[in-house]
């Protein structure tokens, strides 16, 4: 099974994470769509990463669509079996996904020359971010694991998502939302996220997203 993206994508570090989840054994090319020269609009018309060769002649894309053909692969599912759980467990990681799309939406926006960028545009980001924040502090009810007894995609799919807002976002969010902060605090200390951690995570990093 071979992986395509870049190590600073938090789209490509789901995926890494779920693979770590399930000790499944993969090649991580690591090429990124913003490079000239990359080969990734070759196996995904969108020349988007995370992209997976499964080693039997399918090319998937789409970082939850190969969560989702990764957690077939083991019996622990990530992705809980029962309605319920599963509804609880996705609304956690759609909003996860939610964040991290804000996140890259006002990382480039910032980035585009002074005269060009939108403000608004950034301050628009930054509500729906904050407002995230506020619903899963609220929502979440102090326990170790965000839906039932054991990991799942919610917890990866929100977890993920707060260290992408420290690393690209950073910002003291934490005094806000203690209870969450120290929700995090366990989930990253899991071995899945702490060896797939971004290079760079811990200082002001200014690499393509
Ligand atoms: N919904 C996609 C989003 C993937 C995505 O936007 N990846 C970025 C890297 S972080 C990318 O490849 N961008 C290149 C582009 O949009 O041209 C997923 O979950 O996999």
Redo the contacts with the bound molecule.
């Keep these: 099974m071979k992986l395509y993206g870049h190590a600073t994508?938090?789209?490509?570090r789901k995926v890494r994470i779920a693979l770590r989840e399930k000790n499944i054994r993969f090649e991580w090319i690591q090429e990124s769509?913003?490079e000239a020269g990359n080969h990734i609009a070759a196996l995904n018309p969108l020349?988007?990463?995370?992209v997976l060769e499964t080693g039997d002649g399918r090319v998937l894309?789409?970082?939850?669509l190969l969560i989702e053909y990764i957690d077939t692969l083991t019996p622990e599912r990530l992705i809980p079996q029962g309605d319920a759980e599963r509804l609880r467990a996705q609304l956690w990681n759609t909003l996860g996904?939610g964040i991290v799309d804000a996140v890259?939406a006002r990382l480039l926006e910032d980035r585009r020359p002074q005269a060009e960028k939108s403000q608004s545009f950034i301050a628009r980001q930054e509500e729906k971010i904050a407002r995230a924040l506020a619903w899963a502090d609220e929502t979440e009810k102090g326990a170790a694991y965000l839906v039932g007894e054991h990991f799942t995609i919610g917890d990866l799919g929100l977890a993920s998502a707060l260290e992408y807002i420290d690393f690209r976002y950073p910002h003291d969010w934490r005094s806000k939302h203690p209870r969450l902060a120290r929700w995090l605090a366990g989930i990253s200390t899991r071995g899945s996220f702490a060896e797939t951690v971004p290079p760079g995570m811990e200082k002001a990093p200014d690499a393509p997203?």
């Excluded at 994508?9 to 490509?12: A, D, H, N």
């Excluded at 020349?47 to 995370?50: E, H, L, R």
């Design positions: 994508s938090p789209y490509v769509p913003h020349g988007k990463v995370p894309f789409d970082s939850a996904i890259v997203h």
